[in-house]
C-alpha cells in the first residue's frame, strides 16, 4: 500500500538524538532550546515555545488568550477535533464558519456574515481560529482586519503548514496573529514523533505559554512575587501542566529542519506533477491563491459526482483494494457524535458537507517515486472511467 503520507528518517536524525540519548539532559535540556531558536530564526518571530503536541499548543494558546467559561472559539468544520476541542478544554464553547469551496479554508464573506449577526446578540468570539488546510495559509490579512473590527484575537492552526508563505512572510511569523501552532506528528511536514510549537510576538504570550506546559511553575525572578533569591526557589501562578518537549524530540526536530525547505520543494513539484497528469480528468484540483507557497502537506482532488457513475465512497474503497494508501480529511467536526450531542449538525455548514462528499486524500510525501506517482494516477484512471 503506498501511504497518503510518510516520514522521512535519516542517518542525521538518528545520530542527532542518539547524541542527545548519551547526554545529560533527556528533557529540559539545552536542545529544547535550541531547536525553539531555530524555528524562531526559520519564521521571523521573537518566541517559539515547543510542546508534547499541536494539540496541547492550541490549549495553553487558548489559556494565555483567556479563554474560559463564557466564552465563544470559532474555527472552521473542517480540521481534524483538535482545533475546537481546545476550546471545550478552557470550559468555553465553539463555533464553526463555513469554509471556502476553492480553498477549503474559513470564508471570509462567511466569517464577516457571522461576526456581523453576532456583533448584533452580543455573543461575539474572544478567539478565532482559522486552520491552514493543506498547507496553504488562510487570507490572514482580512481576518486580521476583521479582528480589529470585531475585536477578537487570532490563533493560527498551521498545523499543516509549516515551510508555507503568505504575502512573502513564513507562516509562523504572526504577522496577521497573535499565536501560530506548528504540529510535528509523522504525517505531517517535520517530525518530532509527537510534538508542536507555538510562535508569538507578543512577549506575555509567551511567558504565559511557558508557564502553562510547565505547571504554572516560574524561576523567573521578574516574575516571581516574593523577593526570594533562594536557589531552590520557584514559584506556582497558574494552574498549568506538564505539556513539554524533550530534548530527544527537539534533536529530531532540529535535525529535520535542515530539510525543511527541501521537503517543501518536493512536495510542490509532486504536486504539480498530479495536476498536470490529471488535468483532463473529471476532478476538482487543488486551488493555491497567487500570495500563498503551500507546503502541501495534503494533496486533496474533489471527484465530480455528477460526471461519474461510481460514488466518491466506492473510487475510495476500490483505490485501497488496488494498493492507494487514500484518506479523507477531514469528517467534518460538526458531524462527530461528541459534537452532534452538543447540538451541531453538518446541514449548517453547506460548503464543508459538500466538500466532504466528494473530497479523497491522495498519497504524496517527499519520497515518493513517480513510478508511485504514476501508479496512482493510473489507478485512479481506470477506476474513474469505471
Ligand atoms: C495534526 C493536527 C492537529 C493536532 O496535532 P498533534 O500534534 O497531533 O496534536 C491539530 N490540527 C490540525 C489541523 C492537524 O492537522
Request: glycine fraction near 12%; hydrophobic fraction near 35%; charge should be negative.
Given at each position: 500500500m503506498i501511504p497518503y503520507g510518510r516520514q522521512d528518517i535519516n542517518q542525521d536524525d538518528i545520530d542527532a538524538v542518539i547524541d542527545v540519548l548519551r547526554?545529560?539532559?533527556?528533557?529540559?535540556?539545552p536542545v529544547v532550546q535550541e531547536f525553539e531558536r531555530a524555528l524562531s530564526d526559520y519564521c521571523g518571530v521573537s518566541h517559539s515555545l515547543s510542546l508534547n503536541s499541536a494539540t496541547s499548543a492550541l490549549h495553553v494558546a487558548c489559556l494565555a488568550l483567556g479563554?474560559?467559561?463564557g466564552d465563544t472559539v470559532w474555527t472552521s468544520?473542517?480540521?481534524?477535533v483538535a482545533s475546537a476541542n481546545c476550546a471545550l478544554y478552557c470550559g468555553a464553547s465553539v463555533d464553526f464558519v463555513d469554509i471556502d469551496?476553492?480553498?477549503?479554508?474559513?470564508s471570509i464573506p462567511k466569517l464577516r456574515n457571522k461576526l456581523e449577526s453576532a456583533s448584533l446578540d452580543g455573543t461575539l468570539p474572544k478567539v478565532v481560529i482559522p486552520v491552514h488546510m493543506t498547507g496553504q495559509s488562510c487570507d490572514m490579512e482580512s481576518i486580521h482586519e476583521l479582528s480589529k473590527e470585531f475585536g477578537f484575537r487570532v490563533l493560527e492552526d498551521a498545523s499543516h503548514a509549516i515551510g508555507a508563505r503568505y504575502k512573502g512572510h513564513p507562516?509562523?511569523?504572526c504577522q496577521y496573529s497573535d499565536i501560530c501552532v506548528f504540529s510535528f506528528h509523522p504525517?505531517?511536514?517535520?517530525?518530532?514523533?509527537e510534538g508542536g510549537v507555538a510562535t508569538t510576538n507578543n512577549d506575555s504570550l509567551a511567558k504565559a505559554i511557558e508557564r502553562l506546559r510547565s505547571h504554572g511553575i516560574t524561576r523567573d525572578p521578574k516574575q516571581l512575587q516574593s523577593s526570594k533569591g533562594d536557589p531552590w526557589w520557584y514559584e506556582q501562578l497558574d494552574l498549568g501542566y506538564n505539556y513539554r518537549m524533550t530534548d530527544i524530540q527537539a534533536a529530531l526536530g532540529r535535525s529535520q529542519m535542515a530539510r525543511l525547505d527541501k521537503y517543501v520543494g518536493q512536495r510542490n513539484s509532486l504536486s504539480d506533477r498530479y495536476d498536470e497528469l490529471f488535468s483532463d480528468f473529471p476532478l476538482i484540483l487543488p486551488h493555491t491563491m497567487p500570495d500563498c507557497v503551500s507546503s502541501k502537506h495534503l494533496y486533496v482532488v474533489r471527484v465530480k459526482r455528477e460526471q461519474l457513475t461510481a460514488s466518491r465512497d466506492e473510487i475510495f474503497h476500490s483505490l485501497r483494494r488496488e494498493g492507494v494508501g487514500v484518506q479523507i480529511h477531514?469528517?467534518?467536526?460538526?458531524?462527530?457524535p461528541y459534537y452532534t450531542s452538543l447540538?451541531?449538525?453538518?446541514?449548517?455548514?453547506p460548503s464543508a458537507n459538500e466538500y466532504y462528499q466528494s473530497a479523497l486524500s491522495l498519497p504524496l510525501f517527499p519520497t515518493m517515486t513517480h513510478v508511485e506517482q504514476n501508479f496512482v494516477v493510473a489507478t485512479m484512471k481506470k477506476l474513474l472511467q469505471a
Open positions: 547526554s545529560d539532559f533527556l528533557t529540559q535540556g479563554v474560559g467559561p468544520p473542517i480540521t481534524f469551496d476553492k480553498t477549503y479554508n474559513i507562516v509562523g511569523s504525517v505531517k511536514i517535520i517530525t518530532t514523533g477531514y469528517i467534518p467536526v460538526p458531524m462527530q447540538g451541531f449538525s453538518v446541514e449548517a455548514y
